[in-house]
């Protein structure tokens, strides 16, 4: 008869470098304490890598950096999303470094979501989903959503001039469908920004 261990160890195989794993994964293969005591050992063994409680990477390496890569806190987010079948978005600063709009890198991930509400700690970083409405996730590009989110965190008339550039110029490798579509949901203030990219 094969182990928990050996289950856990096998379809763990079957895993692309830098996959990420939750606890739950193996739950059709024993016991919630017969996983946890394999995973522990995993790791110990560096199959794997604990990320957060409950949350595990395979190790992927980097011939270019000549060491073990791991997958971001942004991958890990998005993980945890598509696992808990929910929404995303990021918010505030995050959003205005994904645009290139600030360059400082946030120790501290917020993104709104449609699912629980919670935080998580990866390493020395910290991703939040806080709960919000369907109208802010109703959004369609990918883009457009994180200019409206990176407009809230600076501020009605606090753009400058080269911050109003950057996202204009953003906005024109939107799709346009999306684009027309998610200015008719931004706030109006935001709404008049965006419509100067069309």
Same mark, same amino acid.
């Given at each position: 008869?094969?182990?928990?261990?050996?289950?856990? %160890? #096998?379809? $763990?195989?079957?895993?692309?470098? @830098?996959?990420?794993?939750? =606890?739950?994964?193996?739950?059709?293969?024993?016991?919630?304490?017969?996983?946890?005591?394999?995973?522990?050992?995993?790791?110990?063994? @560096? *199959?794997?890598?604990?990320?957060?409680?409950?949350?595990?990477?395979? /190790?992927?390496? !980097?011939?270019?950096? +000549?060491?073990?890569?791991? &997958? !971001?806190?942004?991958?890990?987010?998005?993980?945890?999303?598509?696992?808990?079948?929910?929404?995303?978005?990021?918010?505030?600063?995050?959003?205005? +470094?994904?645009?290139?709009?600030? =360059?400082?890198? &946030?120790?501290?991930?917020?993104?709104?979501?449609?699912?629980? /509400?919670?935080? $998580? =700690?990866?390493?020395?970083?910290?991703? #939040?989903?806080?709960?919000?409405? &369907?109208? +802010?996730?109703?959004?369609?590009?990918?883009?457009?959503?994180? *200019?409206?989110?990176?407009?809230?965190?600076?501020?009605?008339?606090?753009? =400058?001039?080269? %911050?109003?550039?950057?996202?204009?110029?953003?906005?024109?490798?939107?799709?346009?469908?999306?684009?027309?579509?998610?200015?008719?949901?931004? &706030?109006?203030? $935001?709404?008049? $920004?965006?419509?100067?990219?069309?």
């Amino acid at each position: 008869m094969t182990s928990t261990d050996d289950k856990i %160890e #096998q379809k $763990i195989k079957g895993l692309n470098p @830098g996959s990420i794993i939750f =606890t739950e994964d193996f739950q059709s293969l024993g016991s919630s304490g017969a996983i946890a005591v394999a995973l522990h050992r995993m790791v110990k063994k @560096g *199959v794997l890598k604990t990320l957060a409680r409950g949350i595990y990477a395979k /190790p992927k390496f !980097s011939k270019l950096l +000549n060491q073990e890569v791991l &997958p !971001s806190t942004e991958q890990v987010a998005e993980a945890i999303a598509k696992r808990d079948r929910a929404r995303i978005l990021p918010t505030g600063v995050y959003a205005q +470094n994904v645009l290139g709009l600030s =360059t400082q890198v &946030p120790l501290k991930l917020v993104y709104l979501t449609d699912g629980s /509400p919670r935080k $998580i =700690t990866v390493g020395n970083r910290t991703i #939040q989903f806080k709960k919000t409405t &369907p109208k +802010n996730l109703a959004l369609k590009g990918e883009i457009s959503k994180l *200019v409206v989110q990176a407009l809230k965190e600076i501020g009605k008339d606090n753009a =400058t001039d080269e %911050e109003l550039k950057k996202i204009k110029a953003v906005l024109q490798n939107e799709d346009i469908k999306d684009l027309k579509h998610d200015i008719s949901l931004a &706030p109006q203030w $935001i709404a008049e $920004i965006m419509a100067q990219a069309l």
